[in-house]
């Protein structure tokens, strides 16, 4: 999955339960939301193989990414330096 496409599928998921929510459809919503993200799955996967980073969505579709110690660094910086030292 790429970057754009982890933020497409956030992107529908909020859509999809913004419209029931606009609906009125406040069950089915509640529903909709218990299905996890791509995004948490993503962190869950990183958790888990002992990679400390975890990725984030941001204001205006700015994807982030935070090691254990809490430094926040945009994504796309970082995959560049990554590339830069390979």
């Known amino acids: 999955m790429t970057i754009y496409e982890l933020i497409n599928a956030e992107n ?3 859509r999809q339960i913004a419209a ?11 529903e909709a ?14 958790l888990k193989s002992n990679i400390p980073i ?10 982030m990414r ?3 110690a809490g430094q926040n660094i945009a994504l796309h910086n970082f995959l560049m330096a990554s590339e830069m030292h390979c």
């Not at 029931?20 to 509640?30: F, I, K, N, Q, R």
């Open 54 to 63: 975890t990725i984030s969505i941001r204001e205006n579709e700015r994807v």
């Open 20 to 30: 029931l929510v606009d609906s009125g459809d406040l069950e089915a919503a509640a």
């Open 66 to 68: 935070a090691n254990l």
């Open 12 to 14: 529908v998921r909020a």
């Open 33 to 46: 939301s218990k299905q996890e993200a791509a995004i948490t799955i993503i962190n869950e996967l990183l």
